[in-house]
């Protein structure tokens, strides 16, 4: 009997691939990505097209406009589900003659929605919010408010609905019943609020403040951008749950004090994030902090103003972790150290920078993690950045100063840092980024520098 040897067909290693790799390990790959590059990798496949969509669409926007009725080729693509969309146009009707279909296929899966028209009619608004019903933010830019009578037509419009903007308040025409602004006076589900702009002369604004009142006790977060005349309205309100206020107040000869706004802002004990801005047309206003401990649960506070004034006798806020302020002197520094013993991040808008000041600013707070500051070129240099060292658990140090010619080599001292994780560098630079600290990502003018070898 003849015996054959068994020849088998040689076997080779299957080379793995990028798409064998999970979904969650590509979305963090995705995430590393410039905006540009993500929407290329959404050509490569319906998986990488569904993940980016599904994912990372916080950027990435789909804007229809009256004036363009083309749009990116592949744009609306059946794989693709925008979440967030913008409608232009001047007015609804318009804006549904040439994106009418497009418009029908977007809107169930958005879930916010910028509106920029000029002249918006209730009773077409109603209609197009029962489209986009899943909607949890919108936002609008309205110039005027066309409105009808019928009050019960938008009751459980956007049942849904989380976040409400206005980026610019109109006027109403035709009727003395702001209905549109009805329509929103009976959700019970907004939590966040905006008001982007409001013109001091609008004479219906206490119809705005009532809306707001409205919404207030059930906010929890609050952006406004108002005249010092009409202050004195939201720091009448009960605001029950507010955890985050933005207000930025223009300030002018009479109205609502500097000294009276932020009492009353101070009585907030429930917020955790605050900023405040002071806007003077004639003048400086100083933001006064005596009180602002009253608030025991705040961990961030941003004050844009020219200048700060704090009592003798301070009690601290452990709790308070970020600040960005102003400072102007070491007296000023002295308190701020007294005021916020445990700072985690700081970022300093502007100082009266001197050699004397920076030891002092770099020791007050041994435990930072984030620092952002402006310095000009003359205090720029390696004794100075050697100093940084002493913070032991710094991860990232922005330079927001825009320096000129300075040598990237310059950065050295900072980037022996070993806890340093990130590096951001504004101006005109030269040269090329060392190899320390490889784990260290570098920014010059917000574009990632590649790391040259040690």
């Not at 080779?12 to 691939?17: E, H, K, L, R, T």
């Not at 108002?226 to 309205?233: D, E, K, Q, V």
Request: hydrophobic share 45%.
């Amino acid at each position: 009997m003849e015996v054959k040897e068994n020849q088998s067909v040689p076997t080779f290693p299957v080379m793995p691939s990028i798409h064998d790799l999970p979904n969650e390990v590509l979305v963090m790959i995705f995430r590393l990505l410039p905006f540009a590059d993500r929407l290329q990798v959404c050509i490569v496949c319906k998986r990488w097209n569904g993940l980016v969509f599904s994912f990372l669409d916080e950027h990435i926007f789909l804007c229809l406009s009256q004036e363009d009725r083309q749009v990116p080729k592949g744009a609306l693509s059946e794989y693709r589900t925008y979440r967030q969309v913008k409608l232009c146009g001047s007015t609804y009707d318009g804006l549904e003659d040439v994106h009418g279909e497009r418009i029908e296929a977007l809107a169930a899966g958005a879930r916010s929605l910028v509106l920029e028209i000029r002249e918006p009619q209730k009773e077409e608004f109603v209609q197009l919010m029962r489209k986009f019903c899943h909607l949890r933010s919108l936002t609008m830019s309205c110039e005027e408010f066309f409105v009808v009578d019928e009050e019960d037509e938008g009751r459980g419009l956007l049942p849904n609905l989380e976040r409400l903007a206005f980026e610019q308040l109109g006027d109403f025409r035709d009727s003395d019943s702001p209905d549109l602004l009805k329509l929103f006076m009976r959700h019970r589900t907004i939590r966040h609020f905006v008001i982007r702009y409001c013109d001091p002369d609008f004479h219906k604004i206490v119809l705005w403040m009532d809306l707001l009142e409205a919404l207030a006790p059930r906010l929890l977060s609050l952006s406004l951008n108002i005249n010092c005349f009409l202050a004195r309205y939201p720091c009448e309100m009960e605001f029950k749950a507010l955890k985050v206020l933005y207000l930025r107040v223009q300030f002018s000869v009479e109205g609502f004090t500097a000294d009276e706004l932020t009492q009353a802002v101070y009585r907030m004990v429930n917020l955790e994030d605050l900023t405040i801005v002071f806007f003077a047309m004639v003048g400086k206003h100083s933001l006064k902090l005596n009180g602002v401990w009253q608030m025991t649960k705040l961990k961030k506070f941003i004050a844009n103003v020219d200048s700060f004034v704090l009592p003798e006798i301070i009690q601290p806020m452990p709790h308070l972790e970020q600040l960005s302020i102003k400072i102007n002197d070491a007296t000023e520094l002295q308190k701020l150290k007294l005021l916020c013993p445990n700072l985690k991040a700081l970022e300093i808008q502007s100082i009266a920078f001197n050699r004397e000041l920076w030891l002092p600013l770099v020791t007050a707070w041994p435990t930072l993690e984030h620092l952002n500051f402006r310095v000009g070129n003359q205090f720029l240099g390696v004794r100075m950045l050697k100093t940084l060292q002493s913070l032991s658990n710094l991860r990232k140090l922005a330079l927001s100063g825009v320096y000129k010619a300075a040598n990237l080599s310059i950065l050295d001292p900072v980037l022996a840092i070993a806890t340093l994780q990130e590096l951001h560098v504004k101006g005109t630079w030269k040269g090329s980024v060392s190899g320390l600290n490889r784990f260290c990502r570098v920014f010059v003018n917000e574009k990632f520098v590649p790391r040259s070898a040690a």
